[in-house]
């Protein structure tokens, strides 16, 4: 559907910058770094049901902070736009809110507590101005998204529970272009072993396994395989990968030592192929140590799922048309730097998800910095695509 002049115009008018911005103060004064989650959601839950809404609190596999869900239904036949925030902060000291030049500063500002206050205020402006032509709005907001402390066991379990939308929008700060794909990841560490104890390097007993030289193969055979998979592309993620970036063993130059360990990852651009690339990695690790005589085991962490989103998924659509509504112009498609909840929502939970959020700066470091201009377009952004989805 195309968004009307005065669809746009009532929206933009209803977006409250003061409510907004002291919603994000409200939430970034909590200190909530991941598996802390607790006092925030409840937070959030207090200031949603200040606002009338029923707030659900399912524990989602995670009791110590249980997530915070609102479901605001029309009543009428459409579909259903999940909005998905992370509560959650990284460990690092923290940094109290404070209001400057236009820009909210503070622990979570940018990552992604300013996000998740821009579509709490979408979906207060969708309620007053009854917008919404059919289906609803999904709210959920969680822990345990950061890594490594986190898992990401809160967003598995609403899949795995249907706790989800028809599609998801996540505010991380990406808004320079609209990720239609983004590259499955594997954290790997390998450890090669030999049996006996280390032993001077004249003293080895002849046909001893040497796995400082069985490390150093394998380093050579990965990059083999990186060359082989990298002709695997997609046009927006990017290529298949593997990349070491560790290496270590030994403890001096002339003793045999018993464990080499290396440590690196493994991209992948076609979605769904996390278990065939494992399957792939592990029979390379057999062929080798049957080779050398060594015994190599492997440690493999799957961070996210690849995946791809159609251009012209209705989802899709509905944020391209809400965008150039306040902005002038469609986003650009790109990929997504790093991996998200999205990527589980969209790799592994088969449900359309895009991440889209402030121009915001300093994630992951002590300096967040979100303008408080970018967290109102955010919010006008999300609820345009809302009227367009979810009644189409
Ligand atoms: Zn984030």
Not at 210 to 220: F, I, P, R, S
Not at 262 to 272: C, E, F, L
Not at 288 to 300: F, H, M, N, Q, Y
Not at 303 to 332: K, M, R
Request: net charge negative; with cysteine; proline share 7%.
């Amino acid at each position: 559907m195309t968004l009307s002049k005065s669809v746009i115009e009532r929206i933009c008018q209803a977006v409250n910058v003061d409510r907004l911005l002291s919603t994000a103060i409200a939430l970034v004064e909590i200190p909530s770094p991941t598996r802390s989650g607790g006092p925030v959601a409840e937070r959030l839950a207090e200031l949603l049901r200040a606002d009338g809404f029923t707030v659900e609190r399912p524990d989602a596999d995670w009791p110590e902070a249980p997530a915070v869900v609102v479901r605001y239904n029309t009543g009428k036949p459409g579909r259903i736009l999940q909005f998905d925030g992370h509560l959650d902060t990284v460990h690092l000291p923290f940094v109290p809110p404070r209001v400057e030049n236009g820009n909210l500063y503070g622990s979570g500002s940018s990552d992604m507590k300013g996000g998740i206050a821009a579509f709490v205020e979408a979906l207060r402006v969708l309620r007053e101005t009854d917008s919404l032509p059919g289906g609803g709005i999904l709210i959920t907001a969680h822990d345990h998204h950061e890594g490594p402390w986190g898992d990401r066991r809160q967003v598995n379990a609403f899949i795995k529970s249907g706790l989800v939308g028809d599609a998801v929008m996540l505010p991380e700060y990406l808004a320079t272009q609209l990720p239609l794909a983004g590259r499955g990841m594997s954290i790997f560490e390998v450890r090669i072993k030999r049996d006996g104890v280390p032993v001077h390097e004249v003293f080895r007993p002849a046909g001893l396994p040497d796995v400082v030289k069985t490390g150093a193969e394998l380093v050579v055979r990965l990059h083999q395989l990186h060359d082989r998979i990298k002709s695997i592309t997609h046009p927006y993620a990017g290529h298949d990968s593997v990349f070491v970036g560790r290496m270590q063993a030994g403890e001096i130059y002339n003793q045999s030592p018993l464990l080499c360990t290396i440590n690196g990852t493994r991209r992948w651009v076609t979605p769904g192929q996390g278990p065939a690339v494992r399957g792939e990695f592990e029979a390379l690790l057999a062929q080798l140590a049957e080779e050398s005589g060594t015994t190599i085991e492997v440690d493999w962490e799957q961070q996210g799922e690849a995946f791809s989103i159609a251009p012209d998924h209705p989802i899709v659509t509905a944020f391209q048309s809400a965008y150039a509504a306040i902005t002038g112009a469609p986003l650009p498609y790109g990929a997504k730097p790093f991996v998200d909840d999205g990527s589980t929502y969209a790799g592994s939970g088969g449900i359309p998800a895009l991440t889209h959020g402030p121009l915001a700066t300093g994630a992951h470091t002590l300096n967040e910095e979100a303008p408080i201009a970018e967290l109102v377009r955010v919010a006008q952004v999300y609820a345009l695509t809302a009227i367009g989805f979810c009644g189409g």
